[in-house]
């Protein structure tokens, strides 16, 4: 004679998982009312379902930070579509993947994702990936987060934490490609001196007038694309430079990581 299972069985079982409660009550009954059983029936097909999944295409998803002390963790995870992204069980995964990686690093978070994702998975009905991880430290952190879409992690020498804040802020909309000069690569320099270049090229102008509005053109585009030399987004009179110089501050890390 079949065991009879109880609402209030199902319930448990339900709450404790945020399965449907025709799953739940399917496994109670595979597993003849005993819910450690249950529970090794649904992570099982919750496998299942992430395999079958596993070939979609994830496009969406959201980015997080966390921090504690002198250490910034920056995760983020992919969903089929912005539904998803802003569904209440994916960003709770999303927080608990975040706390995982602040207290027990992201190596381990990279290998018991799965684990954590799947039964998302068989909640949502969609793919949902791990994408990457990222660690920041230092004595002087701050953190911009912008739709959770965008997130930029910066650790300074000397200044705040509020002075750290602007700086991700200022990333976050700016997009930065190098830091300093000095970080701008001859391979970039080459790139863009061919694309300004051609556009020079067919000017009617004398050589030297050409090579004045080339040169002029290159440093106005790496200026423009150069963090200590971009107008402050809160005060176009001054540079991040500058800021940072009167601050007596330095720039000693950055992660900029966008969706």
Do not use: W
Not at 112 to 134: C, F, H, R, S
Not at 193 to 216: R, S, Y
């Amino acid at each position: 004679m079949p065991i009879q299972i109880t609402t209030e069985q199902v319930k448990e079982l339900r709450d404790s998982t945020g399965i449907s409660v025709m799953q739940c009550k399917r496994a109670l009954e595979e597993a003849e009312g005993n819910k450690e059983k249950a529970l090794a029936i649904l992570k099982k097909t919750s496998s299942e379902i992430a395999l079958k999944k596993v070939n979609r295409e994830v496009k969406d998803g959201a980015v997080m930070i966390k921090t504690k002390g002198n250490k910034m963790v920056l995760v983020s995870l992919y969903c089929e579509t912005d539904f998803v992204s802003r569904n209440n069980d994916f960003t709770t995964l999303l927080g608990k993947l975040g706390d995982k990686a602040l207290a027990e690093g992201i190596e381990k978070v990279k290998k018991e994702a799965k684990e954590m994702i799947d039964p998302v998975i068989q909640k949502t009905g969609e793919n949902i990936q791990l994408g990457d991880t990222y660690e920041v430290s230092g004595d002087v952190l701050g953190n911009y987060v912008h739709n959770n879409k965008i997130a930029v992690m910066v650790s300074l020498t000397g200044g705040n934490a509020e002075l750290a804040k602007d700086v991700a802020m200022h990333i976050a909309a700016m997009k930065p490609e190098f830091l300093t000069p000095e970080e701008i690569t001859p391979d970039a320099k080459k790139t863009i001196t061919e694309v300004f270049q051609k556009e020079v090229a067919n000017i009617n102008k004398p050589a030297e007038i050409k090579k004045k509005m080339l040169d002029g053109k290159i440093n106005a585009y790496f200026k423009e694309k150069t963090l200590l030399n971009q107008p402050f987004i809160k005060n176009a009179e001054e540079t991040v430079g500058n800021l940072l110089k009167k601050n007596e501050a330095k720039i000693k890390e950055v992660k900029r990581y966008s969706i």
